[in-house]
């Protein structure tokens, strides 16, 4: 015995409109049960047993989705915008509805990024008190100084008073671009307070000019994926999110 429910709720999970659209489509004879043509969108259907076509297309019942996703600049992350575009608006090939990014990266960073409408994982990978680590590649202005390694390391007061808990930083390179003082960085933080890394980074005089994040938890970002383009998870990665 698989479970059951109404068909208009069916659709309307999988995206396929409001309540009251479905039931003008099923009126019109737009959707079919198991081959049959049906017209009372409050008749149940089994999710695990029988096939349901919408407008000549099988639609299945898809509960949890997870896609990772490298964030590009210029999109935000939320589920609706008046003014950008959506990581959610990214997401092609997704059947829910109620998708829904696992924390916030800045307009202007790429990067990891996950999509589900899984809940409870989100609490998970977001609950401050878990400490989930995220590493973050940046390019910052000037050369970060030796000694922010150990500031870093120690947690530094921020000037507007933010205490932040001890980050990992390393420094993969100090160079020159056309005059210019640059210093590309790896830093591993557990929080995930506004601008973090910005303000961070801005606190020792090397503000941030790219910032990508690279992993959260122990998602890393598949390298293959080009920004705005995703993925639906592995097995294995989901198991480990289910041992967080
Ligand atoms: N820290 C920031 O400053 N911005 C981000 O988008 C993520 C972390």
Redesign the pocket.
């Known amino acids: 015995m698989g479970k059951e429910m109404r068909l208009d709720k069916y659709l309307a999970d999988m995206g396929k409109g409001t309540r009251s659209q479905i039931k003008e489509a099923a009126r019109k004879g737009r959707i079919q049960i198991n081959g049959e043509i049906t017209k009372k969108a409050d008749t149940k259907v089994n999710v695990e047993t029988d096939t349901i076509v919408y407008d000549g297309s099988v639609v299945s019942y898809v509960t949890m989705e997870y896609y990772m996703l490298n964030k590009p600049q210029g999109v935000v992350s939320a589920t609706e915008d008046h003014k950008y575009q959506t990581v959610i608006d990214l997401i092609d090939g997704k059947n829910r509805k109620d998708l829904f990014p696992v924390g ?3 307009i202007d ?1 790429e990067g990891l990024l996950l999509i589900t409408n899984d809940g409870p994982l989100a609490h998970r990978l977001l609950a401050p008190k878990k400490h989930v680590d995220k590493i ?1 590649y940046a390019v910052c202005e000037g050369h970060v100084p030796d000694s922010t390694v150990l500031e870093f390391a120690d947690g530094i007061l921020l000037p507007d008073g933010l205490k932040c808990l001890p980050a990992s930083l390393e420094i993969l390179n100090k160079t020159e671009d056309e005059g210019r003082k640059i210093t590309e960085i790896k830093l591993t933080i557990r929080e ?1 307070k506004f ?5 961070m980074m801005e606190a020792v005089g090397c503000p ?1 000019m790219f ?1 990508k ?1 690279l992993t959260m938890g122990p998602l890393t970002l598949d390298e293959s994926l080009k920004p705005g383009e995703y993925r639906s998870l592995t097995e294995e990665e989901l198991e480990w999110l289910n041992d967080l």
Do not use: A, E, F
């Open positions: 916030r990266l800045d960073t973050y995930g601008h973090q890394v910005k303000r941030v910032l994040r």
